[in-house]
C-alpha cells in the first residue's frame, strides 16, 4: 500500500506515440516530484512543483512535459520519446510548506516504461 | 550543486552480523540526511533521516550518524536479517526558495547471508 498512486504500472510505447503517466497524493502536500531511475542506479530528479508551480526543472528534453492541474494530481505527458528513455518514473511528494522545514519524500511505487 | 558519495557498492554479510554504509557530500549548505531502502522492483522507503542539528539517531536495529565537520553520515544495521537485503540510497538536500533537491549516492546493495 502506498499514499501516492502512479498510473499505470506498466507502459509500453512506441516512438511515435503521446502518453501520460499520473500521480494523485491526498496527503495535503505541498511539493510534488518526478524522478527517473534506470537499473542499477539512483533516482534522478526530473521536475519539482511548488505550490502548482514548476520550480525545478533539471535540463529534461521537451519530449517529457510536466503538468499539475491541482495540488493532488502530477502529470507527465510523453511524445516523441527514444528507447533509451526506458526506465521506471517515479513520483513522489512531500510537505513542502514553509513550516514543514526538510519533510521526508513519499514515492508511489512507479511507472515501469519501455520506449520500442 | 552537491554530489554525494557512497561506500560500498555491494556488501554481504551473515544473518545477525552488523552492516555499516557510509556517504559524504560535497554542499556543506546540506542540512537533511534521509536513507531509502529499495527492494527489487518495489519504490525506494524512507527507513531513517537525521538532520544537521542531530548528531546520531536510532530506531531500533538502524541508526544514523552524522560529522558535519567531515561532511559524512553512515548508516548502522545492526543484528541482520535476510529481510534487509536490498539496495540501501543515502541523499543529501539542501533547502532553496527555488524548492528541495534532493540528490542520492550511488547506492549499496545489500545481501543478508542465512
Known amino acids: 500500500d502506498t499514499e501516492v498512486t502512479q498510473t499505470p504500472k506498466h507502459l509500453v510505447m512506441g516512438m511515435t506515440n503521446k502518453k501520460s503517466l499520473k500521480c494523485e497524493q491526498h496527503?495535503?502536500?505541498?511539493?510534488m516530484y518526478w524522478y527517473k531511475q534506470k537499473a542499477k542506479k539512483p533516482p534522478e530528479l526530473m521536475f519539482v512543483?511548488?505550490?502548482?508551480?514548476?520550480?525545478i526543472n533539471e535540463s529534461v528534453p521537451s519530449r517529457f512535459s510536466p503538468e499539475c492541474p491541482n495540488s493532488s494530481l502530477l502529470n507527465l505527458h510523453l511524445h516523441a520519446l527514444q528507447p533509451e528513455d526506458s526506465a521506471l518514473y517515479l513520483c513522489?511528494?512531500?510537505?513542502?510548506?514553509?513550516?514543514?522545514?526538510?519533510?521526508?519524500?513519499?514515492f508511489g511505487n512507479g511507472t515501469r516504461l519501455t520506449v520500442t | 550543486g552537491e554530489n554525494v558519495e557512497q561506500h560500498p557498492s555491494t556488501l554481504s554479510v551473515q544473518e545477525g552480523d552488523s552492516a555499516v554504509i557510509k556517504c559524504t557530500y560535497s554542499?556543506?549548505?546540506?542540512?537533511?540526511f534521509p536513507w531509502y531502502k529499495q527492494e527489487l522492483g518495489k519504490r525506494p522507503q524512507l527507513i531513517i533521516d537525521?538532520?544537521?542539528?542531530?548528531g546520531e539517531k536510532k530506531d531500533q536495529r538502524i541508526a544514523v550518524t552524522l560529522n558535519k565537520t567531515a561532511k559524512h553520515f553512515s548508516l548502522h544495521i545492526t543484528e541482520t536479517q535476510p529481510e534487509d537485503s536490498a539496495v540501501y540510497f543515502c541523499?543529501?538536500?539542501?533547502?532553496?526558495?527555488?524548492?528541495?533537491?534532493?540528490?542520492f549516492g550511488t547506492g549499496t546493495r545489500l545481501a543478508v547471508r542465512p
Open positions: 554542499d556543506s549548505a546540506s542540512n537533511y
Open positions: 513522489a511528494s512531500s510537505q513542502g510548506t514553509a513550516s514543514s522545514y526538510n519533510s521526508p519524500l513519499h
Open positions: 512543483y511548488s505550490y502548482e508551480k514548476l520550480s
Open positions: 496527503m495535503g502536500h505541498r511539493a
Open positions: 537525521i538532520r544537521s542539528n542531530v
Open positions: 541523499a543529501a538536500r539542501r533547502r532553496k526558495s527555488s524548492g528541495d533537491k534532493l540528490t
